[in-house]
């Protein structure tokens, strides 16, 4: 057998490279080497399994030819709920294209090696995926159900194309319609399901605690810290010693608080404010010493690295580091001398920074003020604290205000959108939608936050100037638009009536100036998120290329070390430098795999924390049926267009087949549906009313019918709209880009 299969090769392999220039079907070359019928299909899976070996070349449409040795890259693969992926490549070059079929049983979130194909004028590169380098999830979170011969679970995450075989024998005890987590077996191939065993039953989607479980596990978040961390921390002294004290620099005595969201736990920044003789002002921004207590390659040192970053779930927070640390230790309670790392500001009446001091410092907050309660204190509405603390908050209002005046000026762009607030009974059932109210003292408290983040950075950054020195550092970075995202915002924005020409380079001030001619108009929300949604993802560096949004030079992240890992890092390498040392002191990891790891779990976490709200909101939605809502259009498809509820932040589908007045076609350019007869167009940032049809919970998706357009525009008749193929994938709703964007 092994022969045969030898001198097949040797025949393919000859005939190939016979000719080199052609490339042909299974079939084609089946016949001209004149393979017998009841041998074709081994014939098929030793070329297959030859260009696998790399000794032949798998063209696109299965087409074989002689080895040609294309290009490889390797990435990370994001799959659309569509089915179709890009892998992003971590060094420079544009994402790959990978169709469904080419993705072999590579999952979305796996780091894969893709083959390169010829690339189509105007797109993106097109290839296949030949290697998985290692797989990006162990466990999946879905539906169980019971099958004849076999049963299988269906995966929550709609990126997720493929259902997982499970044994009678590793069902685990679960029942049909219950949310599990399975732990993968066997991968599986192209042509074969993946095989796993249910390790978890979290009962059933109906359950009010199952939605937030289920996002849990399904992003693999941790439920509790390992015991050798839980034993560090509990062992860690909670004292101040006269040592400790001595050698800081003590700012009790100093007006100090905090300002937090009503329900907090942790206080991980606190504030004060000095008038100075000469007129300046001393701004002090105090950030727990979460270094002191958390010992370089420690367990719990390992295990936060491992994490990343606290995450924030709408009814939990998973931690990054033990409670005995984050809620007590390191927290800046009232009333409480803590140990932090302060940096402490003078800046002019106009706002223009005149130097800083940074240092590691004991602080006692007088003070532990809710957003809403500092509010109050400022407007005047709330009485019975010291005239001293509300001069001060009124102080920092007006610095804040000149800060980000300055800031605006030299292009930092706003995109503060409107943020869910959910409200749960005891159970954790939804019980009201609101939008979270956005105040000046929020503002002020991120103000002095951007301000102590950029300081910190400029400090290492004139240290570096002026010793010659390298001074590694973490930076947090974010780059202007790719040339093909600008181009698709160009031309999106165009569509929309909004020409925008930014010259030869595009400036933060050139953007911002551009979102604020499109303020107060029926776009502007559509027109912000798809400005956003074209940048570039910000990202943890050791390589400072600027914060394009912020309009910074340099910048990091120094103000949250109790719930960022960067934070922390940043917090041991300012220690470091300002001994003397140029080396950075010994971590966990090389600063350059902090960086990538700490991305990496920023991003995960911020899909959960979208995904918890989600849950919350389709539950909401669930006992909604047959209401009726004022929604603004948010995106446009071929199968219909979305439509976001403004008052809730929920987002649903109105389906185009449900557009009975009339045949309706997909315009791409211009991102709308046109009416075929009446020339009726729907397109971002139309007004409709709407009713709540169907709330698909399992699939966290909910249903539009159409009440009534508020907004019944025509279109001209010259108009040549697109029609674009509908398809279904497994009954799931998306919302569609073209497959291979320009």
Not at 30 to 36: E, H
Not at 234 to 243: C, K, L
Not at 494 to 500: E, I, L, S, Y
Request: charged letters at 30%; a positive charge; hydrophobic letters at 35%.
């Amino acid at each position: 057998m092994m022969n045969r299969r030898k001198n097949l090769e040797k025949k393919i392999l000859a005939f190939l490279n016979g000719s080199p220039n052609q490339s042909f079907k299974a079939r084609e070359l089946a016949r001209k080497l004149d393979i017998p019928e009841p041998e074709y299909r081994d014939f098929r899976d030793l070329l297959g399994s030859l260009a696998e070996e790399d000794k032949i070349t798998r063209h696109k449409g299965n087409r074989y030819g002689k080895f040609q040795g294309r290009e490889r890259v390797e990435g990370i693969l994001h799959v659309k709920t569509q089915g179709y992926g890009f892998v992003i490549r971590e060094e420079e070059g544009e994402d790959v294209f990978v169709s469904q079929r080419n993705m072999g049983s590579a999952l979305h979130h796996d780091r894969v090696e893709v083959e390169l194909w010829a690339q189509p004028v105007g797109k993106l590169p097109e290839g296949r995926v030949v290697r998985i380098v290692s797989r990006g999830r162990e466990n999946l979170v879905g539906v169980f159900q019971e099958g004849g011969a076999y049963h299988y679970v269906i995966p929550d995450n709609l990126k997720i194309t493929r259902d997982i075989y499970v044994s009678e024998a590793d069902r685990g005890g679960a029942g049909p319609g219950q949310k599990v987590v399975v732990e993968i077996l066997d991968w599986g191939d192209a042509a074969r399901m993946p095989e796993g065993r249910v390790t978890t039953v979290l009962g059933y989607a109906d359950d009010p605690d199952v939605d937030v479980l289920s996002v849990m596990h399904g992003f693999g978040l941790p439920d509790r810290f390992p015991k050798a961390v839980e034993r560090e921390a509990a062992a860690v002294p909670g004292g101040i010693t006269d040592s400790e004290t001595a050698r800081r620099l003590d700012l009790r005595k100093l007006l100090t608080f905090t300002i937090d969201p009503d329900d907090a736990k942790d206080f991980d920044d606190a504030v004060s404010l000095e008038i100075l003789p000469n007129g300046n002002r001393r701004l002090g921004v105090h950030i727990a010493d979460v270094s002191h207590y958390v010992v370089p390659g420690s367990a719990m040192d390992t295990e936060a690295l491992r994490r990343g970053t606290s995450v924030y779930l709408v009814d939990r927070v998973v931690p990054m580091l033990p409670e005995r640390l984050s809620n007590e230790l390191c927290s800046l309670r009232p009333e409480t001398d803590r140990l932090a790392f302060s940096v402490l500001i003078e800046i002019t009446p106009e706002g223009e920074v005149l130097g800083e001091e940074i240092r590691e410092s004991l602080i006692h907050s007088h003070f532990r003020l809710s957003y809403t309660r500092a509010q109050a204190l400022i407007d005047g509405k709330e009485s019975g604290f010291p005239e001293e603390l509300v001069r001060t908050l009124r102080d920092m209002q007006a610095l804040s205000q000149i800060l980000f005046g300055r800031w605006r000026a030299a292009g930092h762009i706003d995109f503060d959108a409107p943020e869910p607030k959910i409200v749960l009974d005891a159970k954790g059932r939804p019980l009201e939608l609101t939008v979270r109210e956005r105040l000046e003292s929020h503002r002020l408290v991120e103000a002095f936050m951007l301000l102590a983040n950029q300081t910190v950075a400029e400090s290492v950054h004139r240290l570096r100037r002026e010793s010659g020195r390298k001074y590694p550092f973490v930076y947090r970075v974010h780059e202007k638009p790719s040339g093909k995202k600008l181009d698709q915002f160009l031309r999106f924005v165009g569509a929309m009536g909004h020409p925008f020409d930014p010259g030869k380079k595009l400036t933060p001030a050139k953007l911002q100036r551009f979102l604020e001619g499109v303020r107060d108009t029926r776009h502007e929300t559509v027109i912000r998120e798809t400005a956003l949604r074209s940048m570039m993802k910000a990202q943890y560096t050791t390589a400072n290329v600027g914060h394009f949004g912020l309009a910074f030079k340099q910048y990091t992240h120094f103000t949250s070390p109790i719930r960022r890992y960067p934070d922390l890092a940043v917090h041991r390498l300012l220690k470091a430098y300002g001994s003397g040392k140029p080396e950075p002191p010994k971590m966990a990891a090389p600063l350059s795999g902090i960086c990538k790891t700490a991305t990496e779990r920023e991003i995960n976490a911020a899909e959960a924390e979208r995904e918890s709200i989600r849950a919350k909101q389709i539950a909401y939605m669930s006992g909604r049926i047959g209401e009726e809502y004022d929604a603004v259009i948010s995106g446009v498809t071929g199968f219909g267009f979305f439509a976001e509820i403004p008052e809730i932040l929920v987002e649903g589908l109105v389906k185009v087949e449900d557009l009975r007045d009339d045949y309706y076609l997909f315009d791409e350019t211009r991102l709308r549906l046109v009416g075929q007869r009446t020339r009726r167009i729907f397109q971002l940032g139309d007004p409709v009313r709407v009713r709540v049809t169907r709330v698909l919970k399992d699939l966290r998706k909910v249903d539009f019918g159409l009440v009534e357009a508020l907004n019944e525009r025509t279109d001209d008749r010259n108009s040549a709209p697109v029609r674009k193929k509908r398809g279904k994938r497994r009954g799931k709703q998306k919302k569609t880009v073209p497959p291979n964007p320009a």
